[in-house]
């Protein structure tokens, strides 16, 4: 916090004296929302919902941002480490899957101190680390035994993307590390039943066959890497998949996302001021298929749309 290098653009700056860099945040805590959440993939969100903490801020700062009011920092409230526990064991008092931490590397000393705190107090479920990636191999270190599923996305290959679209031309580079890094804690996918989150965890294949009979199960440990199929990107799409498959083979699971939406913010990119065809995702995903991936999540009908963005009103803060 004195020095802050905990992500890659490695800011160097003092945060507890009230400084801030590209994140926007001091070494105060900041939280937009915290409350069950029904639209991460099937295997984080359940029937029940996942037990989602919106930070205030971001490393990363995407001109095309769904979350742009929170990673802006325009919205959120201060709390403390003690509080941030408290809203954990709320989260699982409302029956929460998981808790997962959405945005939060910049303030990741801060929430394993509160998730040590959490635990002393009766804290059991899985903890879920939902990122853009973009994350120094050194940060992600300091979560093993602390994250038991890693939730990043992987947005672009192409370094000419990365640059214009989130300032940062070396994005591919950090974040193929940082998912490594993040494969190697989390190890093979496993799986529970819903009513039994702390249960003995089930492999891939049984997961898949019961999930084909309408199970509800949760991830319990493992990866699911997100992309976001941008307008006009579709080759960079298949870059990035024809990448993960090669790299992880089955040890992964990818979620192909077409919930992209054109929030007014990105009136100055006329190339993204618009909704990814039905045309451009199918190609997509048909080329996941005939690649050979198997293990992953597809958005189906009109998924982009406002209401995956929810309302960072302080809720549950």
């Known amino acids: ?5 905990l992500c890659p653009r490695k800011c160097h700056i003092d945060r507890t004296k009230g400084q801030t860099g590209v994140c926007g ?3 105060r805590i900041r939280v937009a929302r915290a409350a069950l959440h029904m639209w991460e993939e099937p295997c984080i969100s359940g029937t029940k919902g996942s037990g989602t903490v919106f930070f205030t801020g971001c490393g990363l700062r995407c001109v095309f941002c769904q979350n742009h009011s929170i990673a802006s920092g325009r919205v959120g409230k201060e709390i403390s480490v003690d509080r941030l526990a408290e809203i954990f064991l709320e989260l699982q008092g409302q029956g929460a899957n998981n808790i997962n931490l959405v945005t939060a590397g910049h303030f990741a000393p801060q929430i394993l101190e509160a998730l040590d705190k959490a635990r002393g107090n009766g ?9 853009s990636a973009y994350e120094e191999v050194e940060t992600l270190r300091m979560l093993e035994g602390y994250v038991d599923v890693y939730l990043p996305d992987l947005k672009y290959v192409d370094s000419g993307l990365s640059g214009k679209y989130s300032h940062a ?3 591919f580079e950090k974040a193929k590390a940082a998912i490594q ?3 190697r804690q989390a190890g093979e996918p496993e799986f529970a039943e819903e009513a039994a989150i702390a249960g003995m965890g089930i492999g891939v294949e049984e997961y898949q066959r019961r999930s084909e009979k309408g199970e509800s199960l949760i991830m319990t440990k493992g990866v699911i890497v997100r992309h976001l199929v941008l307008p006009g990107c579709v080759e960079d799409s298949k870059r990035v998949l024809a990448y993960l498959l090669g790299e992880y083979g089955s040890r992964i699971f990818i979620s192909i996302m077409n919930q992209y939406t054109p929030l007014p913010h990105v009136a100055s990119y006329p190339e993204l001021n618009r909704k ?8 997509v995903v048909d080329f996941a298929l005939e690649l050979g991936i198997e293990n992953g999540f597809i958005q189906e009908g009109e998924t982009a749309r406002q209401s995956f963005i929810p309302d960072f009103d302080e809720s549950g803060v």
């Open 1 to 5: 916090m004195e020095i802050c290098n």
């Open 25 to 27: 945040q001091t070494d």
């Open 123 to 131: 804290l059991k479920l899985p903890v879920v680390y939902n990122t």
């Open 169 to 171: 031309p070396d994005y």
């Open 181 to 183: 890094e993040m494969a």
């Open 276 to 283: 990814v065809t039905k045309k451009e995702y199918e190609e």
